[in-house]
């Protein structure tokens, strides 16, 4: 079965600054993809950034990046220039397997500093 | 993205009595799928609501205790049957266009047994 494990329960960051939150996987599957989800307060859960196993070049959507380490699969985010907004709970997820269903880290809440 | 609304978004109930749960989205998807979030927990799947055909039930969770129905590609149901407090948790529904695309996640619902 796959696994998905986050190590750092909790972060925090200056505002402005830099932070990357970890993730590591586990998977015998040669096809599958990797997320980040954010989930505010507010609790609605929000796709951050998706990679596919196949492409070598690490996902990029503004301020957020990855660094995918498929070898040592590894699939950490970096969020650059924070912001107050990004306060939230992370979510990493693995999708592959026969039906592509998703299996979450327990997640990492960032606090993001004034 | 669709654009996904679940109702109710929050309830309180007795035990011993049932709650459905509603998906509703504004495009035909190929994939539903019911997640369970427990108070301070990552989200755990429950089943695949399968378009015509009995749900895809995931190990420790039954269709007596969570029944699901999709009728048809834009709505589905989730019930949970004779609910004690232990069933307290975000219920939250997500769905993708095809197998191997993202899923996007509804609002989600909070429920609280007494």
């Known amino acids: 079965a796959q696994t998905v494990t986050q190590s750092q329960p909790e972060m925090s960051v200056q505002e402005a600054e830099t932070v990357t939150l970890s993730c590591t996987y586990d998977?015998?599957?040669?096809?599958?993809?990797l997320f980040w989800y954010k989930q505010p307060p507010s609790r609605q859960m929000i796709l951050v950034i998706r990679?596919?196993?196949?492409?070598?070049q690490n996902a990029t959507e503004n301020r957020f990046s990855v660094n995918f380490q498929k070898a040592a699969k590894s699939f950490s985010l970096k969020i650059s220039d924070s912001q107050l907004g990004d306060a939230a709970m992370y979510f990493c997820a693995y999708s592959g397997g026969s039906n592509y269903k998703l299996t979450f880290g327990k997640g990492t809440l960032l606090t993001v500093n004034p | 993205s669709a654009v996904i609304s679940q109702k109710p978004s929050r309830d309180i109930c007795q035990r011993g009595t049932s709650l459905t749960i509603q998906c509703q989205v504004d495009?035909?998807?190929?994939?539903m799928f019911w997640y369970r979030q427990q108070p301070g927990q990552s989200l755990t799947l429950i089943a695949t609501a399968n378009q015509g055909s009995e749900a895809t039930y995931e190990s420790g969770f039954v269709i007596d205790k969570f029944p699901i129905s999709r009728p048809n590609l834009t709505f589905s149901t989730l019930t949970v049957s004779n609910m004690s407090p232990e069933d307290s948790s975000i219920y939250l529904c997500s769905v993708s266009r095809w197998r191997k695309e993202t899923q996007y996640f509804g609002p989600g619902t909070r429920l609280l047994v007494l």
């Open positions: 990679q596919e196993a196949y492409k070598q």
């Open positions: 998977t015998s599957e040669s096809d599958y993809y």
């Open positions: 495009s035909q998807v190929t994939m």
